[in-house]
Each structure stands twice: as C-alpha cells, then as structure tokens.
C-alpha cells in the first residue's frame, strides 16, 4: 500500500449511500491507438545525408509512428479511450469526464476532448483539454485523480494524444529524428473500482526556459536547444522522482517499475545511471515508438504490461518533462488488469 510522507495511508472520501470510505482513486485500464505508418530511422539518415548509427546512437530510435496527412487526433484519442473502457469494463455513459492531453489538437479550437466524449457517446461527460507539452499526461493523471478523491467524479477517462510530426522541423538533423505520433488512454475509478491507487504526483515548471523548447503560431514547427534541455530533463525528472517517491512514504528500493517520457533513450540510460536504477527496472519503448509527448506514458505503460513487468499490485512511478519548462513525477500502485499479449 502507498503512504503519504507522514506514514498515514492515503484515503478518498466517503460516497452518499455507501458505509465504506473509497481508498483513493486508481487506474482501472490502458488503450493504445498508434498510426499503422512508419518512419524509419534508415529513410531520415538517407535524407540527412547520415548514417542510421549516427541517429540511433542519439536518439535510440530506429523508426518511429507517423500519421498520414488525413487522418485526425481526434480519431485516435477516441479509439485508445474505447480501448481502455472496454477493458475496464466501464461504459462511456458512466463517465463523468474526458481529458485530453495534447500540444496538436486538430483544429485550434474546439478542443480535443469534447470530440473525444461525443465520439464515445459520453454525453454525460464533462470534457477539457491539457497543455502542458509532454508532461500533460501525468498532469491530467493529478487532476483526474483530484477529482475523484474529492467526489467531483467516479469516471474519469484520460488521454494522452500528439502528432508531433505535424510540428517537426525535418530540416533538423539533431530534432527531426525524436518525434512520432500516437494515443494513449486510462480510465481512473474510485476506489470501489477494485485494486490498485494513485498515489501522490509532484508537478513543477519554469517558465523562463519557455524558449527553449518552443514552436510559434506562424511557424508551427518545433525548435529546441538539446543540450539545455537533455541536462535539464535529468536533473528535473531525477529530483521530482525523490520527491514523489518520498511523499509516498517509500524508498527508491521499494519502486518494482520506473516510466519515463520517452523523449530520448539517453535521457532514460542517465536516468537510470544517477538514481542507481538497474536498466531492467526502467522501461524503455523509444526504440519503436519514439517521442509522442504526451502519449508516451501511457504508451510506455501498455508496453510494460504486455510484457509481463507491469502486474497488478506493482509500485510504478511515473515521471515526464517537457516545454514550458514542466515536469512531474507521482507514484502508483498497478491495478489493471493484465493485457492481452
């Protein structure tokens, strides 16, 4: 069980009706939905005039999802949430709200979620969207879970959605190669939902690196400096880690999986490196999946259960860094049920 960090153990609220207190909130489910194209790593070296090494080496991707030009956002977050409502078991009428996070809604306005709701025949849900670039997912997951501790909801359906190659500067050598495109969904229950909890989650941000990773209306591509951001992104996602692991009332010991964003294997490897994590116990999909932003968590913890590591019961903590600057980390206990293989 996880513990808040003064050693109490995390509650919800009682629900009207009920004799019981609900434990909290937790996940019930993950869908994934990924575009049937691919870039190869092999088709970027041969425009850059580069080696395949020389991009895997950098970024430890060797072909990446990508969207075609008509297909649409909207469409996929609503298949990853169908996907994760079904194995949940939880209709759409049933939810209470949709969110969606995503940096590359479809259109400027509306946005993503209510799309999403209606796409699924949630008419009884409210729907927002997230902008909080690649760590939007584990902010939805905050506020998702908030929601439910205080008795605002039951149901949440979460997204995390990007086509981020809609935004890539394929004149960059050094950027081009990171991006991909896909959807990730969960669905967070009370805690009459069965197993599991999420736990604390420990947000940050800075704005004043805002230029650093940054992508103008006129424009509409993505620029950023890879140094500053590679040596903040470990430094942000290692130090939120204690933190949130320290909220929990656990130590790094007691952690069974780590996920991180997918945004570069070298981010992962140092991650591992300075924390003392074994490789085995952090979970690494960028070779196939690349960087979707906000998708890569979830997409990162489907992976994880398909291949047996992400069990019910396990302690997982998640973390994400991205624009703005934004970053977080939270700790939960696995409650979903095992994929399909």
């Known amino acids: 069980m996880l513990r808040s960090v003064d050693a109490r153990p995390l509650t919800g609220a009682r629900w009207e009706g009920e004799d019981s207190v609900a434990p909290g909130a937790t996940i019930m489910s993950v869908g994934t939905a990924l575009p049937a194209g691919r870039l190869t790593t092999a088709e970027l070296a041969q425009r850059f005039g580069v080696t395949d090494e020389w991009i895997l080496s ?9 969207a075609g030009a008509d297909e649409r956002l909207a469409d996929y977050a609503a298949r990853a949430g169908a996907l994760a409502l079904e194995r949940a078991g939880v209709a759409a009428a049933e939810l209470d709200l949709v969110i969606v996070a995503t940096m590359t809604p ?3 306005t509306p946005n993503t979620a209510p799309l999403v709701a209606h796409a699924l025949g949630a008419q009884g849900a409210g729907a927002f969207d997230v902008g909080a670039a690649c760590t939007g997912f584990l902010t939805g ?6 929601q439910i501790e ?10 995390g ?3 981020i190659t809609r935004i890539t500067d394929y004149d960059d050598v050094r950027s081009a190669p990171l991006f991909a495109d896909g959807a990730g969904a969960v669905v967070l229950g009370d805690g009459t939902a069965g197993g599991g909890q999420i736990g604390p989650v420990v947000l940050g941000s800075d704005g004043s690196h805002g230029e650093t990773i940054i992508a ?7 620029h950023l400096d890879g140094p500053e951001v590679f040596r903040n992104a470990v430094a942000r996602m290692r130090d939120v880690t204690l933190a949130a692991v320290a909220r929990a009332g656990l130590e790094l010991e007691d952690i069974d999986l780590f996920v991180y964003h997918q945004a570069n294997a070298r981010i992962t490897r140092a991650l591992s490196e300075r924390l003392g994590v074994a490789p085995g116990r952090m979970v690494d999909c960028i070779e196939s999946l690349g960087n979707s932003s906000a998708a ?26 991205g624009a703005g600057f934004t970053w977080g980390g939270g700790v939960i206990e696995w409650g979903g049920d095992q994929l399909d293989a």
């Open 296 to 321: 890569t968590l979830p997409l990162a913890l489907a992976e994880a259960e398909r291949d047996g590591r992400l069990r019910p019961g396990a302690r997982v903590l998640l973390s994400a860094f």
């Open 150 to 159: 205080s008795r605002r909801a039951r149901r949440v359906l979460l997204v």
């Open 106 to 108: 479809d259109e400027l």
């Open 161 to 163: 959605a990007d086509f």
């Open 58 to 66: 950098r970024t430890g991707i060797r072909e990446r999802p990508r």
């Open 216 to 222: 103008t209306h006129e424009e509409r591509k993505l």
């Open 141 to 146: 997951l905050s506020l998702g879970a908030a």
